[in-house]
């Protein structure tokens, strides 16, 4: 699970601020001058112990359930809140709050603290953070999920109807450019809102791809074809931007299906935004898809399990077969090269 709509990283030092700045005890107000958001009898029930990111464990007692977010100041820190625009060093883990167990441990990384950059939930972890502090999130599923399935979350046992509980430690707070060896990063006024280039015939055999007006594909599979038993990559779309590199962050909006069933596995256009990534730290579907294209085209990738995909382990814990077949479309909006964290 993120903490921004693409993914985390970007570093840190600390501006004074004086609205919600804070020397002893946690702040009241943003750096906006909007109220902090408060605690609930679920979130000020989480105790912990451990390193957050790395082996932070749960000590009180699940079920943890919330109706709305709720934010509760586990260890107080000092200083200024964040103030848009600035990157935070944070450190996360995640729990089923039905039952306790772990999601998710995610080491510090900086992440850039933008409200248009960030989901909801970690928006609000943040806007009243200060170095040092340590916060427990209790958020109900569609919070943190959005409208994806139990099944495409990835979560093993997770339903719709409970509740996540995150807990996020910051570090450092800076207005310092990311110096973390990653590219940095853009605004949404920044990207291309769809594929946009040279319309391209596909090979023979793919699945068919239907745009909206929007740009949002759907993807037909095609009757009777077998699936390909090795990763097949075509562009739809050829772009015209800049060309996208190994290690550089990529935005993209995309979709991709089960060619199985035609079922949606997972989709930035259902979440209602693009998402971001290093290409390093994807599947070999989406590096292959990605790297080598220009902005603005659409990419067309179908990744079997064993070839670029998940592997039939992982297939198989979220609900599908071994040796499914996913089909992806990207759109490629825009694009930071690596270079430029040098």
């Not at 408060?38 to 912990?48: E, H, I, L, N, R």
């Not at 340590?134 to 569609?142: F, G, N, T």
Request: net charge negative; glycine share 12%.
């Amino acid at each position: 699970m993120k903490l921004t709509r693409a993914l985390i990283p970007t570093v840190a030092v600390g501006a004074l601020l004086l609205t919600g700045c804070s020397t002893g005890g946690a702040p009241t107000k943003d750096a906006a001058g909007a109220e902090c958001l408060t605690g609930g009898a679920a979130s000020d029930a989480v105790a912990v112990s451990g390193e957050v990111g790395t082996d932070l464990e749960l000590t009180s007692e699940a079920p943890y359930a919330a109706d709305e977010i709720q934010r509760t100041v586990l260890q107080a820190g000092e200083g200024a809140v964040p103030e848009d625009g600035q990157n935070v060093m944070v450190a996360m883990t995640m729990f089923n709050g039905a039952d306790g167990s772990e999601i998710q441990q995610v080491p510090a990384s900086s992440v850039p603290f933008t409200e248009s950059s960030l989901n909801a939930w970690a928006y609000e972890g943040l806007r009243c953070a200060v170095a040092g502090e340590q916060i427990a999130i209790v958020a109900p599923y569609a919070d943190v999920f959005g409208e994806a399935t139990p099944e495409e979350t990835g979560v093993e046992g997770i339903t719709e109807d409970d509740s996540v509980v995150v807990v996020m430690e910051t570090t450092e707070i800076s207005d310092e450019a990311p110096t973390s060896g990653e590219p940095g990063t853009l605004q949404g006024d920044e990207l291309l809102s769809k594929a946009e280039g040279t319309a391209q015939d596909a090979p023979e055999g793919l699945p068919s791809v239907k745009l909206a007006e929007n740009g949002e594909p759907t993807i037909t599979i095609p009757e009777g074809v077998e699936a390909p038993g090795e990763l097949q990559v075509a562009t739809l779309i050829a772009g015209d931007g800049e060309t996208v590199a190994e290690g550089d962050r990529v935005y993209v909006n995309y979709r991709g299906v089960i060619w199985r069933t035609g079922e949606e596995f997972d989709s930035s256009w259902s979440r209602g935004e693009p998402t971001d990534f290093l290409t390093t730290q994807v599947i070999g579907g989406f590096s292959e898809a990605l790297v080598g294209q220009k902005v603005g085209s659409q990419v067309i990738s179908v990744v079997p399990a064993e070839d670029g995909g998940y592997g039939a382990d992982q297939l198989q814990s979220m609900g599908y077969e071994a040796d499914d077949v996913m089909v992806f479309v990207l759109d490629i909006l825009g694009t930071v090269h690596a270079d430029a964290a040098e």
